[in-house]
């Protein structure tokens, strides 16, 4: 099975901030990988797919970046909005996530 | 817009099987793949398994013994059961789409069930 280790688990930042989120593969899953927020009490939403693509409606200041075994999750000037959880997923050999990088206001 | 409701029962008894619907409506199931994913309370997301339209299913290695996903193409449902279930298998529920524009992400996804295996 492929692993997928997020890091940092909790992570503090102000709103006007860029941050980066990390996700490392087990094994090379070439650009097969997802990113995701959620919100308490609510379903997953799709921020990004095949490592860089940005889904539909997404504002831009979400960015991805990587392949192989290392990825990363970008957000280029944090808005209230932005607070949640976030999750990497790869779906190269069934599926698997990462388990939750929580991002909170400072 | 295609949306996606789950249903089925909140509470489930220790060793009994769990089954939950997912409705899919404004689209149809035809030409993608339907996934069960599930997420404990305040913990993370597992994926449970996927069928195609055809039929064709994949299963979490960790779940394939007890995991059974079906669809009902005429009334554009698919379904989850879940045998001889445990205090471990409480979780929130969710349904979701795997879209082929994405390669395989989840685009679309219900807004989840709780169920709880309890005596």
């Known amino acids: 099975d492929i692993q997928m280790t997020q890091s940092p688990s909790t992570l503090s930042a102000s709103v006007g901030d860029r941050v980066t989120i990390t996700c490392r593969a087990s094994q090379s899953i070439n650009n097969w990988l997802a990113w995701y927020q959620q919100k308490p009490g609510k379903a997953p939403k799709i921020l990004i797919y095949k490592a860089s693509s940005l889904e539909s409606g997404v504002p831009s200041r979400f960015s991805g970046g990587g392949s192989g075994t290392e990825f990363t999750l970008n957000i280029s000037s944090l808005q209230p909005d932005d607070f949640a959880t976030y999750y990497c997923q790869q779906y190269k050999s069934h599926s698997t996530f990462g388990q939750g990088t929580k991002l909170k206001i400072k | 817009q295609v949306q996606l409701q789950e249903s089925g029962p909140g509470l489930v008894k220790p060793s009994e099987t769990l089954s939950l619907t997912c409705t899919v409506s404004?689209?149809?199931?035809?030409?993608?793949?339907w996934s069960w994913i599930r997420q404990p309370p305040g913990k993370g997301l597992e994926w449970i398994g996927y069928i195609y339209y055809t039929g064709s299913t994949n299963y979490n290695p960790s779940l394939k013994s007890r995991v059974t996903i079906s669809l009902d193409m005429s009334k554009n449902q698919f379904s989850l059961k879940l045998s001889s279930v445990t205090a471990a298998d409480t979780a929130v529920y969710y349904c979701?789409?795997?879209?082929?524009?994405?390669?395989?992400?989840?685009?679309?996804w219900g807004q989840g069930t709780m169920v709880t295996v309890s005596s």
């Open positions: 979701a789409r795997r879209s082929l524009t994405t390669g395989g992400a989840f685009d679309i």
């Open positions: 404004g689209g149809s199931i035809s030409s993608y793949f």
